[in-house]
Each structure stands twice: as C-alpha cells, then as structure tokens.
C-alpha cells in the first residue's frame, strides 16, 4: 500500500489535504495536524498580487505547529508569481502550489485557476520564474481538462510542458473543468470522475510525483488508489469530517506513534483558541472549525447546537467551547 520512494522533494504527500477557500484557514489547518501529525496541509488560494501589495500576516501567517504546510497561489503572471513565491519561501512554508484547476467565475476573470490549461506555454513560464526564486519545491494543481479539451491526448500535453519546466509534482483531480455554466460546487460534482487519467500520466511520467484529487471519501477504502499513483488529497471530506484523518498516520505513514483520542485534541484545540482570543481573535473565527469533530458521537448534537447558538454572540469567550465539550463528556 505503501508507495516505496517519494519521488518529488520537499514533504511527504502521500496523504494531503485539499486547498479550499474559507475552510482551510490557520485555524483548520492547527485542528488538522492535532488530529494528524503527517498529512501535507495547504492554506486557501491566496493570489500572487495581495500576497505582493495585501496585509501579508493575514494572508501568510501560519502556526509553526502546523508544519508540513504548503500555499496555493493564484495567479498568470511569472513575474508576480515569482515575487509571490519569494515571499511565501521566506515566510517559511514547505511547499508552493500554483492552482492551475479553480474554475470559479471570479477567478477566471483574473485569469487564474483551469482557465490556464488552455496555455501550457504560459503556465510553464509561471513554474519556471517560480522555482528560479523559490528554495522549496514549486508544484502544480490541475484538473484533467477543460470544456472540450478533455481528451488524454491534452492531458497528456499539458503535464509534458510541467515535467519540461521542471514541475516534479503535479496534483491531478479527476475531473474536467466546464468553465461557463456550472458553478464550483457544480463542478465538483457533474463532471465524471476518470481516475484511470492520472494512473495514465503515472504511468506515462514514471518519474513525476502524481497525486490524486476529487471525490475521494470514505479514506480507508480509497488507500487502494496508492497503488496506482503517489499521494491522494483529500477535499470536502477532511472538512466536514475532520476526525476521518485519525488514525491514517499509521496506515499510510507508517507512524506507530499513539493516536490522540477526540477530547485530547479538543482540549490542545482549547489552548490555541485561548491563544488566538488573547491576541484579538473572536472565537467564532476559531470554532466554526470544530463543529464536525464530535461527528457521530454521542451528545455531538447537542455540542454542535450550543456552538451554533452562542460562538457568534458579541461577548462569547473560548468559555463557550469548554461548555460545549461538556455536552459530550
């Protein structure tokens, strides 16, 4: 099940953790690597001019215990993107993830995300400007096409334009991108899934890293995809079930180490909301994050309820979670 070598550099991707806008804040991604001490965590998009011109501690400012973290970047022009990509290495994340697969109205207006597959030339300028600044590796997440462009063949174009730029590890979800007529949750969704596309280009680029996207829930039973490709990343799944994480340390990294059980984690999550409301943060920011963690448990209705109730009132206190977790004591 194991994959025998990490063929890419910078960290283990064999279990990762999709970027997705307003879910995998700081405040996530620290829930997160308490569940799990391995999975590659990526922040939200985050487009190359903000990061260049925005408030950067906003958009960039990540906990160290939230190490292996990548940031996904949007964007279409090199040089930007490599200002970005400068910025975000000495910010001192793991990994720097160029979105090549968001097919969102708003971002293809900015000439960001699948739109770009229709210009491999320009997005290999992207990687190439990126990794020349970069001291950490540079990767790619993409979809399998676009509209009408959806064969193999353009597939298979497209990532040999990456691997001639020197892209190591693409991420591949497996669906094409229809870019006018469906929204993202749409796109999500309609699109078939042809897994058999990236065991192909695994197949076709023994030498890329090839990581798996889309659809994948359910994590144990879709560890068989390990044999077919080097990494799975996981979406919606990871969100809206955090607690689906536990455990896959072990199955797929190995790790023998004790798996934290679901009030321990609460109780570090406690400490770091504790933190965050000391330096200014509402808790509501923090808990909206661990409303699913208790998923399937008893009393996690109720838990879920008085966190529903109470975390957006102007005077809440992290005292509220501590409430909340008595629910399902």
Known sequence: MLPSQRLA??????????????????????????????????????????????????????????????VQLGGSDPAQLAEAARICADYGYDEINLNVGCPSDRVQQGKIGAVLMAEPDLVARCVEAMARVSPVPVTVKTRI??????????????????????????????RKA?????????????????????????????HLEVILNGGLRDLPSVLHHLDQVDGLMVGREAYGNPWCLAGLDATVFGDPAPQPDRHQVAR???????????????????????????????GARAYRRHLSENMHKADTTPKVFEEALALVS
Request: hydrophobic share 40%; with cysteine; proline share 7%.
């Open 268 to 298: 570090a999550f406690l400490s770091y909301l504790e933190q965050r409301y000391a330096g200014g943060c509402h808790p509501k920011h923090v808990l909206r994050h661990a409303l699913n963690l208790f998923q399937g448990q008893p």
């Open 145 to 174: 096409g676009i509209d009408d462009q959806d064969d193999y063949p353009f597939l298979q174009r497209f990532v040999a334009r990456m691997d001639a730029a020197g892209c190591r590890s693409l991420t591949i979800h497996a």
């Open 9 to 70: 550099p910078g960290p283990d991707r064999r279990l990762s953790v999709a970027p997705m806008m307003d879910y995998t804040t700081r405040d996530y991604r620290y829930l997160a690597r308490l569940i799990s001490r391995h999975t590659l965590l990526y922040t939200e998009m985050v487009v190359a001019q903000a990061v260049i011109h925005g408030d950067r501690e906003r958009l960039l400012g990540f906990d160290d215990a939230e190490h292996p973290v990548a």
């Open 178 to 206: 229809i870019l006018n007529g469906l929204s993202p949750k749409e796109n999500r969704e309609i699109p078939p899934l042809i897994y058999e596309r990236a065991y192909a280009i695994k197949q076709a680029f023994p």
